[in-house]
């Protein structure tokens, strides 16, 4: 049942109500403690990124999709990622598969420098005009393969995936600083765990999984195929 559906309520104040009660329930609920994430998760407008026929369960428990078999991730994934990275807000990262470019806006938001990259160009070109209406401009939003990275852009303290593999693509590890890190989903197609790889100073990496998920495939040369 939607609360909201056909609500006198203003628009702008029901979608913070909602944004506020899925920060609640979803992210401190779970267990997300990580003071930055919450702040622009609070802020940033998720429903201006989901399609129209999608926009009433903006802020639920759930993905959205945003066509072309590509979704916005459920909030949790999105904010247990992003915890995950420990970002303190000066760094340079590299996101993969910006989608409808939600993810993008929080990294915005929480004062990065941000490359992103999405194969799918319809995808890009809406989120590209949808960030900079936002206002944000730290930010360059490439269309391409993203299993190569951005080797003009590295090295990045971080890169974050929004799809899956079974590995993280050589050029990724290649083109973090050796203190960066990397969270991804690693697995098969059904079954995989968001995973954190952290390098080390000595070309070594540490690797910790965080939590079982299911994400869209990394599509392209050094991920699955198309």
């Known amino acids: 049942m939607n609360l909201f559906r ?4 203003n628009s702008e104040k029901r979608w913070e109500i909602a944004r506020l009660e899925m920060i609640e329930k979803q992210i401190i609920g779970r267990g997300i403690k990580d003071k930055k994430v919450i702040e622009v998760m609070s802020k940033v407008p998720r429903h ?6 999608f926009k009433e369960d903006s802020y639920a428990d759930k993905s959205i999709p945003i066509g072309h078999g590509q979704t916005i991730s459920q909030p949790y994934m999105v904010a247990a990622s ?3 990275l420990s970002l303190k807000g000066n760094e340079k990262i590299l996101e993969i598969g910006s989608g409808s470019g939600y993810v993008t806006a929080l ?5 990065l420098t941000v490359r992103a990259i999405e194969r799918i160009s319809i995808l890009s070109d ?14 360059l939003l490439w269309t391409a393969d993203g299993t190569y990275g951005w080797n003009e852009e590295a090295p990045f303290d ?6 899956s593999g079974v590995r993280p693509p050589q050029p990724w590890l290649e083109q973090l600083t050796n203190t960066g890190t990397l969270v991804m989903p690693i697995g098969d197609e059904s ?5 954190k790889v952290i390098s080390n100073k000595d070309g070594t990496f540490k690797v910790e ?14 991920g699955w195929k198309s």
């Open 82 to 84: 992003l915890e995950s």
């Open 126 to 139: 809406l989120a590209r005009t949808k960030l900079e209406k936002l206002g944000y401009s730290n930010f």
């Open 158 to 163: 971080a890169i974050l995936s929004a799809a």
């Open 48 to 53: 201006y990124f989901c399609p129209e026929v």
């Open 191 to 195: 079954n995989q765990k968001l995973t």
């Open 209 to 222: 999984e965080i939590v079982g998920c299911v994400f869209v495939k990394l599509i392209g040369r050094h």
């Open 6 to 9: 056909n609500s006198p309520m």
């Open 107 to 111: 990294l915005c938001e929480m004062g």
